[in-house]
């Protein structure tokens, strides 16, 4: 079983990568192309928790799991409106 520790300081983690995540996503929308790194970062940290994710969720109970069902829907909204939905205008 997942120990309260272990799946406060993963609840904790994906919150920061989110954040960072959804900060970048807009920053790139006003600022176009200038931060390119920053932005593939973002997305790197979110399929690394993504990843991360699978062995927390095996080792958790019935109520960390639904908690864990919920931040993987988050990852992979987020992941999908920062690779699909170009917040740039293409010229």
Do not use: G
Not at 6 to 31: N, R, T, V
Not at 58 to 87: G, V, W, Y
């Amino acid at each position: 079983m997942t120990t309260r520790k272990a799946m406060d300081e993963f609840m904790a983690k994906a919150e920061q990568a989110i954040s960072f995540a959804e900060e970048q996503y807009i920053a790139y929308s006003k600022q176009e192309h200038l931060n390119d790194d920053e932005y593939t970062m973002a997305l790197q940290q979110l399929e690394l928790l993504h990843k991360e994710l699978t062995p927390v969720h095996n080792s958790a109970n019935d109520q960390q799991r639904e908690d864990l069902r919920r931040m993987r829907m988050r990852f992979e909204e987020l992941q999908h409106k920062m690779i699909t939905h170009k917040p740039w205008k293409e010229a």
